[in-house]
């Protein structure tokens, strides 16, 4: 789904289907995603194509391919999310031009000369010179009969034609190409202008109904340059080109001469692809957060700090609600050892012996009479080999400590046969 198309390509064409398809008599629908409706240019196979690409042209597209198969209407709709980009390559100029007059009439006058003098530069180099901000201030040696008048020139390389030497279609080398092309139209450009203010040091002026006045060149800096455009910035989702400069998405903007695209302060949003500054939001309206990027995101400043206060209970609650779950695991796992381990001693056959035999103990100790009236019939006082070991001489201990004296001590016998009886 990602497709990178460099800005100003003088023709890239993007196909419908990412892998060719043999079908007979399709149709192709092209549509752009959340965007105004527009004129897409579209060619007879499908193709979408794209002319001299801006950064506006980027955002999420969709083609949908219509055939018959089988008698069957079958439809098949691709998406893609298509970037522009360009290599970081520009010139920075500074000129500095002395003059007699600091006044917008003259000044004014002056750039617009120099911008048609330039501009056969602009065609034959494949490039576009920029005027981007002009200073008048006094001269050092003649503060009050000189001027100078600084004038601030970009020349980015990205010209009408300037990538006709390149195949944007071959992904794998056209990135190297553009490299390469823009530093060559770059060198040679950068010696034009050297050459062209040496051989043209003064500018004549001629203005209605003022005087007319000379500015002449005395100072001329080109500097080249590895920045990004306004509204582009440097990311790693181009591979093949990790030093491009990638546009900016709606919801962040990056102004001249910035290397990264900055989320939308709050209070502002973008709604476009490559902005250079945010937008405002309407008096009275503020953004619940950073990176808006639509109109909606502006609500009133009441509704954005319940939205705010909100956010920020929320820990607290989490932490409240996170508690309370762990105290009640722990009543939870408490009770359940308690009748887990009550359910053990009932069922223990252990336990069970020893209760019985203690009531068997306490029964002998209780009831001395009726070991004293045991019949003649008894069974023998030595035959006990079937009585458990640990219980007999636990009831034994137990009796000699409730016997008042060594009389009682005959009488056992019976008294144990007739209880096992």
Known sequence: GLVFIHTESSLYS?????????????????????AAPRLLSVTEEGHLLFQHFQAGDSGNYSC????TEHGALVSQTFHYSIFGYHVPEN?????????????????????????????????????????????????????????VVQVQLEVSPFGPQWDEVCNPQDVETVTDCY?????????????????????????????????????????????Q??????????????????????????????PPKNTQCSLCPVGTYSLMYGVGFC???????????????TTIDCVNKDQ??????????????????????IIMNFLFNLISCYWFCREYQMKSPGASEVTESTTRMKTVTSSPQQSSQAGPDAEPAGD????????????????????????????????????DA
């Not at 993007?14 to 959340?34: F, G, I, K, R």
């Not at 008096?283 to 808006?292: C, M, S």
């Not at 705010?308 to 996170?322: A, C, E, R, S, T």
């Not at 009585?387 to 001590?409: F, I, K, V, W, Y």
Request: proline share 6%.
């Open 14 to 34: 993007l196909p419908c289907s990412p892998a060719e398809m043999e079908v007979a008599d399709p149709t192709y629908h092209w549509v752009q995603d959340n």
């Open 64 to 67: 949908t391919i219509s055939y």
């Open 91 to 147: 010139l920075d100029t500074v000129l500095h031009f002395q003059g007699k007059f600091c006044g917008d009439e003259w000044t004014k006058s002056f750039l617009w000369h120099l911008q048609q003098k330039l501009k056969q530069l602009e065609i034959q180099h494949h490039c576009k010179l920029q005027l981007t901000s002009t200073f008048c201030f006094p001269s050092l040696s003649k503060p009050s009969d000189d001027f």
């Open 179 to 223: 490299h390469r092309t823009v530093q060559h139209n770059l060198r040679q450009v950068q010696l034009t202008l050297s050459r062209f203010f040496k051989e043209h040091k003064t500018f004549h002026v001629t203005v209605a109904d003022v005087p007319s006045t000379n500015f002449t060149n005395k100072f001329v800096s080109i500097l």
């Open 225 to 254: 340059t590895n920045q990004c455009s306004r509204g582009y910035g440097q990311t790693r989702q181009l591979q093949r080109c990790l030093d491009c400069c990638i546009v900016c998405p709606p919801g962040m903007f990056s």
């Open 279 to 293: 937008t405002p939001c309407k008096d009275g309206l503020i953004t619940r957060g950073p990176g808006a990027s």
């Open 304 to 325: 954005n700090k319940q939205g705010v206060l909100i956010v920020h209970k929320m820990p607290k609650l989490i932490l409240i609600i996170l508690v309370v779950l």
């Open 384 to 419: 006990i080999s079937h009585l458990d070991t640990n219980a007999s001489h636990r009831g034994g201990e137990e009796h000699m400590q409730g016997a008042p004296s060594s009389a009682g001590t005959p009488n056992l016998g019976p008294v144990i046969n007739e209880i």
